[in-house]
């Protein structure tokens, strides 16, 4: 749980301490934001994860067929508008026959079907809280249920170009950037920091986003039918795109992996930027964000090292042990500590680098 619970906003402690342990089952690193968060802000952006985690995992599924999964995220974007009388209640009714049975139930099947207790959770925040959350979470929502409807008669989402892979990590992630960003912007804060942060909180967005497009290659195409990769880069190494885990294109496909990758890395400055100007208030914390940003960029350094592992299911992936260091030594740490350890990270496990970071 994370720190000076007193502070936590209003809401039944039940309801509370149900979100934040739903997302420790559903993402651990985000799992690593929330815990070094604290409150308000810790509850905040646990429960928006939350909403944004219940449509994407309606979208990741390949057993929902394209129109229905278009017609759920339409639901629930119509139970999030305060302005509709769809209830929470008509989505879990329509997404009931879609729910794996409870006792094979994923964690974030889970969290679908609990869906009304986390929007319950939800509307017990201030309302300016609420008011900055829904925008981008409905935002998320139309842009998966458009990319659903657009490649319906393939069965699964099919990228094309470049253009339209940032596109679709705008919705899935950029969405999420400006999520925290209003959060941390209510209240004063001068135009020039304001301006600053949202020419970039989308860039932090899509660097995550597009890290974890580069690293689950194989499981996105084997187990939920999405090609991320675009048709336009496979296409420039020779890969037809319903071969992109074939063996005989590893190598072909492992090169457009790590296109991927050198593409995100565009957007590490911006991302740096963004963590570098993120107002610290209401619970906010450095070390929260500077947790999956740096992640990324170890992840990044073994995506380039080694791409062929996304494509053959061994997974992309640093050590624990560099997940522990990383997070031990942002505790407390400022902006300036923030670019030495991504130097060092680039270049190998922070675990193992000697350095003179406290």
């Not at 063996?247 to 963004?274: G, I, M, N, W």
């Amino acid at each position: 749980m994370s720190r000076h619970a007193d502070a936590r906003p209003p809401a039944t402690d039940d309801d509370l301490n149900w979100c934040h342990d739903a997302v420790q089952g559903v993402s651990r690193t985000f799992a690593l934001t929330v815990d070094v968060l604290d409150e308000p802000m810790s509850s905040y952006i646990c429960i928006g994860y939350l909403l944004c985690r219940i449509p994407d995992t309606i979208e990741d599924s390949s057993s929902i067929a394209p129109d229905e999964q278009a017609h759920l995220l339409r639901l629930y974007d119509s139970a999030l508008d305060p302005d509709d009388d769809t209830s929470i209640d008509e989505f879990v009714v329509a997404v009931e026959p879609h729910l794996p049975p409870a006792a094979d139930r994923s964690d974030d099947w889970d969290v679908v079907a609990n869906a009304p207790r986390v929007l319950r959770t939800f509307e017990a925040l201030p309302v300016d809280v609420r008011e900055a959350v829904t925008p981008p979470v409905r935002e998320l929502v139309s842009g998966m249920a458009m990319f659903v409807e657009r490649y319906s008669h393939t069965g699964g989402l099919r990228i094309q170009s470049r253009e339209e892979l940032e596109e679709y990590c705008y919705y899935a992630a950029g969405t999420v950037g400006n999520l925290i960003t209003n959060l941390v912007t209510r209240g004063n804060i001068d135009r020039e920091r304001h301006s600053l942060l949202y020419d970039t909180a989308e860039e932090f967005g899509l660097l995550l986003q597009l890290v974890n497009i580069a690293k689950d290659v194989h499981d996105d195409y084997d187990s939920e039918n999405n090609v991320y990769l675009p048709a336009e880069w496979l296409e420039d190494a020779g890969v037809p795109q319903e071969e992109v885990t074939a063996p005989q294109h590893e190598a072909q496909t492992a090169s457009v992996v790590r296109r991927t990758a050198t593409h995100a890395k565009s957007f590490l400055d911006d991302a740096q930027t963004y963590l570098e100007t993120v107002p610290l208030r209401d619970g906010n914390t450095l070390a929260a964000w500077g947790i999956p940003f740096l992640l990324a960029v170890g992840t990044l350094r073994e995506l380039v090292a080694n791409p062929e592992r996304a494509v053959t299911g061994e997974g992309v992936k640093i050590s624990r042990q560099e997940v522990f260091a990383v997070v031990a030594a942002l505790n407390g740490t400022s902006a300036d500590t923030l670019a030495e350890m991504r130097e060092v990270i680039s270049q190998q496990p922070f675990h193992r680098a000697t350095t003179n970071i406290d």
